[in-house]
């Protein structure tokens, strides 16, 4: 088993720690944030992410909303599922899923950044919740196309099944300059404590091999088939420099389902809530208020 990140080292610090608790739901120990009141609004990260994603965006929420974040299973402070298929995405569905029943929630708004818009859209395809709108942010809900589709797969399965290749991304990640790239990669420009907080994940193996894990164990065509039959409201925010999940491909969705609203995010990119938090919130105010989970904004 790969080292975690561990609460007492990495997470002395960690963005609104105050808001944290740890939530035992079967074999799954979950870190998740709650701070606000309000209509709840449930936020779920990406691959290779966690809370500290939403540092200063999960504050402006909270202003108007019960704010729920957790870190996905074998992210950040979460702890490792017990099989391959805990990392897949009915497994991450089901998981987060089952931890909402135990907390006794029901998300009236959910939002989910890259592939936590995946994970969100099939639990409201599997009717495990019901919000009154999804808000992908710069979601990738489609299988990729043409070579980099071809190969994806089959590189992450290779590196989950060699346990020194996370080592060695963790290792790589504590040269300088490493996760600055990674970070510019995505076409977002993070102040360095954004990056610094990255940095604090990658350079654990655990991390890394719960991200090459989920990679390797991640298949939306079963989501691409299903999404013609999503009756939840879908609004998806595009970045217009998002360089990781191309802004084209919100056409592709909207090919599989043409009520689809779309909402271009000028002049940021894949992490366009961590560059603009607060452009970002008052999108999910408009939509949140459109849908009638808040007031007329």
């Not at 060695?168 to 504590?174: K, P, T």
């Amino acid at each position: 088993m790969h080292q975690k990140p561990e609460w007492h080292n990495e997470g002395r610090d960690w963005p609104n720690r105050e808001a944290s608790r740890f939530i035992e739901v079967g074999d799954l120990r979950w870190h998740v944030q709650e701070m606000g009141a309000g209509p709840i609004l449930l936020l779920v990260h990406g691959t290779g992410s966690a809370t500290h994603s939403w540092r200063d965006l999960a504050p402006l929420l909270a202003e108007d909303f019960t704010v729920i974040a957790p870190d996905l299973p074998g992210h950040g402070f979460t702890g490792n599922p017990k099989d391959d298929e805990g990392l897949s995405l009915p497994g991450m569905a089901a998981s987060l899923s089952a931890l909402l029943n135990t907390m006794g929630v029901t998300p009236d708004l959910v939002l989910g950044h890259s592939a936590g818009a995946a994970i969100l859209a099939r639990m409201c395809l599997d009717h495990c919740i019901a919000p009154r709108a999804l808000i992908s942010e710069n979601g990738a809900l489609l299988p990729l196309r043409g070579m980099a589709g071809h190969w994806f797969a089959p590189a992450a399965r290779f590196f989950a099944t060699h346990p020194l290749i996370p080592k060695f991304f963790a290792w790589r990640a504590g040269i300088a300059g490493g996760v600055q790239d990674l970070v510019d990669s995505t076409g977002s420009r993070l102040d360095q404590r954004g990056v610094d907080l990255y940095r604090r994940l990658v350079v654990s193996p655990g991390h890394v091999a719960a991200a090459i894990g989920m990679m390797a164990n991640w298949d939306l065509d079963a989501l691409e088939r299903d999404l013609p039959r999503l009756t939840t409201p879908l609004v998806m925010l595009v970045a217009e420099r998002d360089s990781t999940v191309s802004p084209a491909e919100a056409r592709r969705v909207r090919a599989v389902l043409p009520s689809v609203e779309v909402e271009t995010i000028p002049a940021l990119g894949h992490l366009a809530h961590e560059e603009e938090p607060a452009t970002v919130a008052a999108l999910i105010r408009g939509i949140a208020g459109r849908f009638g989970v808040l007031g007329p904004q």
